[in-house]
């Protein structure tokens, strides 16, 4: 049993697993794939989401196709720290289209964002007008991303 | 190749991947079969290519979350591919980056509390191949995770 009380048994596990897979599978397809009937893997799933654990679905779209070819990775260093609120900056920052993740971290920076464009110059503008005119920015390291693997995690 | 139709169906089902499609033709202002035929010709086209649940790690017991941006020996010429393949092989990584820029590598790792990540760092972490720096971020709080797009 983990610390948080939440036991999951090979099952729980199973379900995880296609679901992570595909969000999208019905209750039967679960129930068959784990064996276990229709309504029992619909419990099942109802219980996993009200303990949290289920915490709703990631649209898996082919960003270079809709026209976003560039993802990159900003570490933001805030400048004035003690000065700026946090909250401000943290306001302003998921205000912005382009910003699809904001994460307050402790370590070389205090902020660590992805960002989406359509392509180099675009991310450029992004950077120029939107962030680096936030409040209280600092250094700003940027990486673009290559590519990216997801994996399942622990299950 | 896209058309404004298509847009509106994305950002609503970005907004809330598990709506069904009857409720995304009304968001959507679409009778349901022209949505119905959108949704599959954007998924013949790869363009959707699914959803994936999204796994509260913290709910699980995992309290700890941090980003190792990762430098390379670039004198290996198989540093990468070797570097990925090991990484993994580590069941608590859940995302592999490569970058252009000053990081070569981030991985996202989850631990359960800090004794577990400590274990995590030094025994799977710093066995890693071919690391030539290694810098830990540790997450704190999550302020924005939705990952959509402006379409």
Redesign the interface.
């Known amino acids: 049993m983990n610390p948080d009380g939440v036991d999951l048994d090979d099952v729980d596990r199973a379900l995880l697993r296609a679901l992570s897979e595909d969000a999208g599978l019905s209750a039967s397809v679960l129930g068959k794939r784990v064996g276990l009937s229709q309504p029992a893997a619909w419990r099942r799933v109802q219980r996993l989401e009200k303990a949290g654990i289920l915490a709703g679905a990631r649209l898996d779209l082919d960003l270079a196709a809709l026209g976003f070819g560039v993802t990159v990775f900003l570490g933001v260093k805030l400048g004035t720290k003690g000065r700026v609120s946090l909250a401000d900056f943290e306001r302003a920052v998921s205000a912005i289209p382009e910003v699809q993740t904001v994460e307050h971290v402790l370590g070389l920076y205090d902020y660590r964002l992805r960002v989406t464009a359509r392509d180099i110059a675009d991310f450029e503008r992004v950077l120029r007008r939107r962030i680096m005119t936030l409040p209280g920015v600092g250094n700003v390291d940027a990486n673009v991303m290559l590519s990216e693997e997801r994996l399942r995690g622990p299950l | 190749?896209?058309d404004d139709t298509d847009r509106r169906i994305?950002r609503q089902?970005?907004g809330d991947?598990?709506i069904s499609t009857a409720q995304l033709a009304e968001r959507a202002g679409l009778n349901p079969a022209t949505c119905w035929r959108r949704l599959e010709g954007l998924r013949e086209?790869?363009?959707?290519?699914?959803?994936?649940?999204?796994?509260?790690?913290?709910?699980?017991?995992?309290?700890v979350e941090v980003?190792l941006r990762v430098t390379l020996d670039k004198t290996v010429p198989q540093a990468f591919a070797d570097f990925?393949a090991r990484a993994?092989e580590i069941?608590?990584?859940?995302?592999?980056?490569?970058?252009?820029?000053?990081?070569d590598v981030?991985l996202g790792l989850?631990a359960?509390?800090l004794a577990h990540y400590q274990d995590l760092y030094r025994d799977k972490i710093l066995t890693l191949p071919h690391i030539s720096d290694l810098?830990?971020?540790?997450?704190?709080?999550?302020?924005?995770?939705?990952?959509?797009?402006?379409?």
């Open positions: 190749m896209f994305l089902l970005q991947p598990g086209r790869g363009v959707l290519r699914g959803a994936h649940a999204v796994i509260n790690w913290r709910a699980l017991g995992y309290s980003s990925a993994r069941p608590e990584v859940l995302e592999i980056q490569t970058f252009l820029g000053q990081v981030r989850i359960r509390d810098e830990a971020l540790m997450h704190i709080a999550r302020i924005k995770t939705d990952e959509t797009v402006p379409l």
